[in-house]
């Protein structure tokens, strides 16, 4: 189904993402096995996607930029970094990043919006009013309403998970029905138009399976073959199940602080964004 | 071993990274486990690392946010993001970064430097005459001289894998003799103070394992646990062993061109780098 050339010349546009500029048909490698003689990339291989990725103070910049990498491999799609204002806005971990857009600029309509997560920056945005109604009036309509990691509880104080079944990192699961949501343990959880991923690393695998969702799964394997996403943890510690006990205990207690001013804002905040 | 208070302490000051404010001791949750009632954390877990990250245009951000994401959770370490001058740098993705020092403002003395890959603009950077010499010089001093993906050939081009075994994006790997390496295909290649990881996702595998040897074990299961750090990778094409064939196919063909600029520079500037 697919002309090489065709899906060089497109990928040297939009694959960028994954890291590669496409080489010119004339320079393949004779080596190479013959190619594919179709004269046309399959139609739905390229895209218009609007995608929005929201940005606030003390975000995980992990959370947004693996769920970025693989999301910016649609070719065709359209990507912003949107911020409350044009300021850089610095990561829970140091990260300094320029939004490309503020919500004003961002477009009305939306293919996807997704929010990452955070700490003590997602509490901050769980409260703030401009924050809560661009995600609420732009997730009222986008294609898909998606988030990584605490990610999630922004999108239910907004009231944008309301009736849902959702996940969030697997220390704030249990919040997930302070904000109206059916809390649900998985690492992606789609239920409709909202797509919910755990933790951090989660991200890499909702953007990636969204790829294969929005194109098919020959296009998210080449994304996936690009990022060499053949993961290999030199531990067995990535879900609470699994961690020693010891382990899980220490990080389930950082979030005794998290989860109680979640549980406030759950209680003082959600009910205004549900209903208005 | 651990001190529970202390560690919560110390984490609130330093695993920022991994997402999470520390609870104050007094409000750990009643219905925990009884934690530990040993003073002292074990004093490998604070470090005082200096770690540097390479950016330059068009490099591959989640080379670098994933490697950062695992080693910003080092309690005590000091993460700088490096750019030649302190002007926004673009990722080939289109994230932009706010560059934290400059060459001439990064500490000499490093005890991490990590270099991220990319492909047109990681050519580029492997024939700049500033960013070569940088590299050259705190890599000759750091206790561990690392990349990811195509970082592995911008530390070849400046002399610092000469004799080494070193691996580099999967595509990329035959390249690695032209920079005086022995290319070794592995995810993770760790030789002497050389560590060099395979494309874009490596960089999780491989920070988190020199979490694990430059704290403890249990330590680096922590900061798994706390990035949810379990991958389910909704397809399974993640090597070119792995993938369907024509998805290997149509992910090599993309390599010709940047092959063949490669191989060039390791002809004309390598030489100069490797001496000099």
């Not at 103070?57 to 491999?73: C, I, K, N, R, S």
């Not at 939004?99 to 901050?124: H, K, N, Y």
């Amino acid at each position: 189904m697919i002309s090489k050339r065709d899906l060089l010349l497109a990928s040297a546009a939009g694959l960028a993402a994954a890291g590669l500029r496409a080489a010119p048909a004339a320079e393949v490698a004779p080596d190479m096995p013959a190619g594919h003689d179709m004269s046309q990339m399959p139609a739905n291989w390229m895209g218009k996607e609007q995608i929005a990725f929201l940005i606030y103070p003390e975000f995980t910049a992990l959370d947004m930029v693996g769920a970025h990498a693989m999301l910016t491999g649609l070719l065709g799609a359209t990507t912003h970094i949107v911020g409350k204002t044009r300021d850089i806005v610095k990561s829970d971990s140091g990260l300094q990043f320029q939004p490309s857009a503020t919500f004003d600029e961002c477009p009305r309509e939306l293919d996807i919006i997704c929010v990452p997560g955070g700490a003590a920056g997602t509490l901050a945005a769980m409260q703030d009013d401009g924050t809560l109604r661009f995600l609420k009036d732009r997730g009222s309509r986008a294609k898909f309403v998606t988030s990584v990691c605490t990610g999630s509880l922004l999108l239910g104080a907004a009231g944008l998970l309301t009736g849902y079944k959702a996940t969030s990192h697997w220390a704030t699961i249990p919040l997930l029905p302070l904000f109206g949501a059916n809390a649900t343990a998985a690492r992606i959880v789609h239920d409709r138009n909202r797509i919910t991923a755990g933790g951090v690393t989660a991200g890499i695998d909702f953007g990636l399976s969204l790829v294969g969702q929005l194109r098919d799964r020959q296009y998210a394997e080449c994304v996936q073959l690009m990022a060499q996403y053949a993961p290999e943890p030199p531990y067995d510690a990535g879900t609470p199940e699994r961690a020693p006990r010891e382990v899980t205990k220490i990080m389930s207690d950082m979030f005794v602080d998290f989860n109680k001013q979640a549980e406030r804002i759950g209680r003082d905040v959600y009910p205004r964004y549900r209903d208005g």
